[in-house]
């Protein structure tokens, strides 16, 4: 059986610096919002993954968010350059769990690439072309895949943070996405399922092994995908969603061997 590697950050009293792009700043309880964040820990190692903790980073308000930081396939991780210059510093403790799974590539300057952009669906790759990440980021990552095999596709994202907040991959090539946050039409070959006009917000998902893992509060959303046949699996992250948090952002989930 393939071992499923989920790498994750706790929360410091710095998150009430976090960077912020679509919400008003609200007060964070850090103490609530580093219980949630343990909640959603224990949640993956009982859906079977091997959860590797990085040391807190006291002094880096959004290390919490470890996928901006790096993006894996099976032949290569790829060391992101985060759009947001005070968050640069996260990138070496994520990359020397990495080196212990995966060879090493990285995204260089003048290229800014946010994980958070990034959305596979099986051999392609779709980037979200946001506030965080260039034209240059995707470039590079784009030379990085496709002589692996990858298709690299931009994607345009002009109502919310990432891509990844608009959509996510929920198994068989199905995405459930918020078509008024991107330019859908770029999702080519994969069949969207439209979320509910009253959860915006509820399309950041992941998955381990055969279950979608997602914020709780978006009832609608969830009860679509049990009548798609997916099995979901809710996560308490009221405190974390101050933060810009969603699903997939606290978490850098990989087959490990």
């Known amino acids: ?31 609530r919002a580093q219980e949630q964040h343990r909640g ?11 959860v590797v903790t990085l040391p ?6 959004d290390a919490v968010f470890v996928e901006d930081t790096v993006f894996v ?17 996260e990138v070496p403790s994520v990359a020397t769990a990495l080196a212990a799974y995966r060879d090493l590539a990285r995204i ?9 952009d990034i959305l596979r669906v099986d051999r392609t790759v779709f980037v979200g072309r946001s506030s965080r990440s260039n034209a240059s980021g995707i470039a590079q990552l784009h030379d990085v895949l496709a002589p692996l095999g990858y298709r690299v596709r931009p994607v345009g994202v ?7 907040s608009a959509c996510s991959h929920v198994g068989g090539g199905l995405v459930v996405a918020n078509r008024h946050w991107i330019d859908a039409e770029a999702l080519d070959g994969v069949t969207i399922l439209d979320l509910p006009t009253t959860e915006p917000r509820a399309a950041n998902t992941f998955m381990i092994g055969d279950t979608i893992v997602m914020a709780a509060g978006f009832p609608e959303t969830t009860d679509l995908l049990w009548q798609r046949g997916r099995t979901v699996e809710t996560v308490e992250l009221s405190e974390l969603q101050k933060a810009e948090a969603g ?11």
């Open 108 to 116: 260089e300057a003048p290229g800014t690439l946010d994980g958070g």
């Open 56 to 61: 807190e980073e006291p002094e880096l308000p």
């Open 247 to 257: 699903g997939s952002c606290m978490s850098v989930v990989f087959e490990g061997s």
């Open 1 to 31: 059986m393939t071992a499923i590697v989920a790498i994750t950050r706790p929360p410091t009293d710095a998150i009430t610096r976090c960077a912020l792009t679509h919400l008003e700043r609200q007060p964070i309880d850090v103490r």
């Open 73 to 89: 396939v099976d032949e290569v991780a790829v060391l992101m350059r985060p759009g947001t210059p005070t968050r640069l510093g």
């Open 40 to 50: 959603y820990r224990e949640t993956l190692e009982r859906l079977g993954a091997t």
């Open 158 to 164: 002009h109502g919310c943070l990432h891509l990844k």
